[in-house]
C-alpha cells in the first residue's frame, strides 16, 4: 500500500478535508481535487519567499486558508467542521502535543479522523536521542507550554545527525554516523533561547512506533484526550502512519500496555543488532565446543 493510501486508509476521503503544515509537500492537494484547506504557519507568499532558495519546487505549495498564529484551531476556524484531518510529520514539532491532538479533536466531526504520519527516531537525524516519555507529555501540557524550552533546543541540536550524509533513511541502512553542528553551536542556541521569547522550531518529541501508541493509548485511559487509535502502520522507510478518531473503528485492536512497552523495547535495540552468518556462528560453536571437550579431558 503507498503511503498516500495508507493516510487515507481510515478517513473519507470525498469528505471535507483540512490539511496541517503541508509546506511544499502537501498529501491532499486542491489541485488534484481534494476538497481541502489548509492551514500554516505562514500565507502562500510568505511559505514561497522562505523555501524558493531550497531547491524545492515552491509551485506546489498551495494557497494557505488559514494561517495559524498561536491560537486554538477552533478559534482560527470557526465553526467548520471537518471530516478528516492530515498531519505529516507535524506532530513531533508541537510544543504540546496534547493540545495539538485536542485542538485537532474539537474540528472534526463526531465520525471525523486524523492521520498523522511520524518520524521513527531510529531512521532519522534523531536517532541519538531516546523516546520521548508520558511524564514529559503529561507535564508540558499541563505547563500550558506554547514554545520550545530551551533544553528541547540544546537536546535537538546537540544530537542531530546524519547517516551516510542522510537525514532520514530506513531499517537496515549503512554509512558513517556525523553530528550535524558542532557542541558549540549547539550551545550557542541553547544559550540565545535562554534570552530570547521568539519561537524557535525543532522536533520536541521523538518516537518509536510502540513509544508512540503507548503515549496515545494512556492519555487516552488518563482522560487526557478524547481520540483513539483507529487505524495504523509500521515503519517504512523513515515514518510510520496512525490515525485517530473519537469514535473507535470496527475490527481495528489495538495492543494492551504490557505489548506496547515490549515491543517499543525491542525497537530500540533493534538498530543495534547485528545479525551474524551463520556459518560464521557454526564455526564459533564448533571452537566453543572443541574448547569444552578439552577441559573436560584434561
Known amino acids: 500500500m503507498l503511503r498516500n493510501e495508507k493516510m487515507f486508509a481510515a478517513l473519507k476521503k470525498e469528505g471535507n478535508g483540512l490539511e496541517i503544515g503541508p509546506s511544499y509537500d502537501p498529501i491532499a492537494?486542491?489541485?488534484?481535487g481534494f476538497n481541502v484547506k489548509v492551514m500554516d504557519h505562514a500565507s502562500q507568499q510568505e511559505l514561497q519567499e522562505k523555501y524558493k532558495s531550497e531547491g524545492v519546487d515552491v509551485n506546489n505549495i498551495e494557497f494557505v486558508d488559514y494561517v495559524w498564529r498561536g491560537e486554538s484551531?477552533?478559534?482560527?476556524?470557526?465553526?467548520e467542521r471537518f471530516d478528516w484531518i492530515i498531519a505529516s510529520h507535524v506532530i513531533e514539532h508541537v510544543p504540546d502535543l496534547v493540545q495539538f491532538i485536542n485542538s485537532c479533536s474539537e474540528v472534526l466531526k463526531d465520525d471525523g479522523v486524523l492521520s498523522l504520519?511520524?518520524?521513527d527516531a531510529r531512521y532519522c537525524f534523531d536517532q541519538f536521542r531516546p523516546p520521548s516519555g508520558l511524564s514529559n507529555v503529561i507535564d508540558t501540557h499541563l505547563s500550558g507550554a506554547t514554545r520550545h524550552s530551551a533544553g528541547t533546543?540544546?537536546?535537538?541540536?546537540?544530537?542531530?545527525?546524519?547517516?551516510?550524509?542522510?537525514?532520514?533513511?530506513g531499517s537496515g541502512h549503512k554509512g558513517e554516523n556525523k553530528f550535524?553542528?558542532?557542541?558549540?553551536?549547539?550551545?550557542?542556541?541553547?544559550?540565545?533561547?535562554?534570552?530570547?521569547?521568539?519561537?524557535?522550531?525543532?522536533?520536541?518529541?521523538?518516537?518509536?512506533?510502540?513509544?508512540?501508541?503507548?503515549?496515545?493509548s494512556d492519555l487516552k485511559m488518563l482522560g487526557l484526550t478524547e481520540m483513539r487509535e483507529v487505524?495504523?502502520?509500521?515503519?517504512?522507510?523513515?515514518?510510520?502512519i496512525l490515525a485517530l478518531s473519537r469514535q473507535s473503528l470496527p475490527g481495528h485492536v489495538?495492543?494492551?500496555?504490557?505489548?506496547?512497552?515490549?515491543a517499543?523495547?525491542?525497537?530500540?535495540?533493534?538498530?543495534f543488532i547485528i545479525s551474524k552468518p551463520k556459518a560464521r556462528m557454526k564455526s564459533r560453536f564448533e571452537k566453543w565446543k572443541r574448547s569444552i571437550r578439552k577441559r573436560l579431558h584434561a
Open 29 to 32: 492537494p486542491k489541485r488534484e
Open 73 to 79: 484551531y477552533k478559534e482560527l476556524v470557526g465553526n
Open 117 to 119: 504520519a511520524v518520524p
Open 153 to 169: 533546543i540544546l537536546e535537538a541540536e546537540l544530537n542531530a545527525s546524519t547517516r551516510d550524509g542522510r537525514v532520514a533513511w
Open 180 to 216: 550535524l553542528c558542532s557542541p558549540e553551536v549547539a550551545v550557542d542556541k541553547f544559550k540565545r533561547a535562554q534570552s530570547s521569547e521568539d519561537y524557535v522550531d525543532a522536533h520536541k518529541w521523538c518516537f518509536t512506533p510502540s513509544s508512540f501508541r503507548l503515549i496515545l
Open 231 to 240: 487505524s495504523f502502520f509500521g515503519t517504512e522507510g523513515c515514518e510510520f
Open 254 to 262: 489495538v495492543p494492551d500496555r504490557l505489548q506496547l512497552s515490549e
Open 264 to 271: 517499543a523495547q525491542k525497537e530500540m535495540a533493534e538498530p
